[in-house]
């Protein structure tokens, strides 16, 4: 569903969506799968108030604040529209203060084979960035041709998802009883040339009636109150990343709550250093044209 708080601390710059395979998917089973239909995405906008769970490390986080606004509307025909805003306040011992303001707009048609992004964050330190681009899987790979920060064209494996398809094979594999995933997402952050492996743990089924122990203002929304969630937690790897010991430290990890219809509560982001908590603060159902 949702984008990091920040993956560069020193920047407090953008990060992925979470909701977000070049290694193949795990098979582990847990629980039995659901064998009703797919639920289709819900057109929705979401706002997450941040705050600071835990910090830890040596650079001591004293607060983090802020609030994301996530939009997502479209269909399968018409394809998927992401728009997203987050602002941050992550103040440091010393009295530091760093503020950053991120927006992002997206596209990714039904099928995961085209991908469109446009992101730009601002901070007080330094000049605004912006990547824009798309993303085409041809055949034996996929086509990245960005226009900013630097005009780029490269190939990466055609078995990379995009950040909806990731959140559709995530509910899937939920659904089928998985409780491990693997798979590796490309969402244009950061320069756009940035490839994650991403390891997502899979929990046990929560029924519609099972009301969440910390509601929240969509917990009692029609459009969730029935539905089955699952807790899922997404680390994220840079694939360039590689570790000499042969254990890689996630760059991040998110962990949510993962309705059927695609919307996330109980958000939890942990940068290592520190952790932000997101409580959903404002829930609203949007229109979505019908399919032909």
């Not at 659901?34 to 929705?44: G, I, K, N, Q, Y």
């Not at 835990?54 to 025909?77: E, L, M, N, P």
Request: glycine share 8%.
């Amino acid at each position: 569903m949702t984008r990091s708080f920040s993956r560069d601390k020193d920047r407090n710059a953008v990060a992925a969506c979470v909701w977000l395979a070049a290694c193949a998917a795990a098979t582990v089973v847990s629980g039995s799968a659901v064998a009703a239909a797919p639920v289709p995405f819900l057109a929705h906008q979401a706002a997450y108030d941040l705050s600071l769970l835990k910090a830890r490390g040596s650079h001591a986080v004293d607060a983090a604040t802020g609030q994301i606004v996530y939009s997502f509307t479209g269909s399968s025909c018409e394809g998927y529209t992401t728009d997203f805003r987050q602002i941050s306040k992550i103040d440091t011992e010393g009295g530091q203060s760093k503020q950053s303001d991120m927006r992002s707009t997206s596209w990714e048609d039904a099928a995961g084979n085209t991908y469109r992004f446009k992101i730009e964050t601002r901070s007080a330190d330094a000049d605004p960035s912006i990547v824009d681009g798309i993303a085409e899987r041809n055949g034996d790979a996929i086509t990245i041709k960005l226009k900013q920060p630097k005009t780029k064209t490269f190939s990466i494996a055609k078995e990379t998802v995009f950040p909806t398809e990731q959140v559709r094979r995530i509910i899937d594999a939920a659904r089928e009883g998985k409780s491990l995933l693997e798979l590796a997402v490309y969402d244009g952050s950061d320069d756009g040339q940035r490839i994650f492996n991403t390891l997502t743990v899979i929990g046990r089924a929560i029924t519609g009636d099972n009301v969440p122990a910390s509601p929240d203002v969509g917990s009692g929304n029609d459009a969730l109150k029935t539905m089955m969630r699952w807790p899922v937690t997404v680390s994220y790897y840079d694939q360039a990343v590689k570790a000499e010991s042969g254990e890689q430290t996630p760059a991040y990890a998110m962990s949510f709550e993962l309705y059927e219809n695609g919307v996330s509560r109980a958000l939890k982001l942990d940068y290592n250093d520190f952790v932000v908590g997101g409580a959903m603060s404002k829930f609203d159902v949007k229109a979505s044209k019908p399919c032909k």
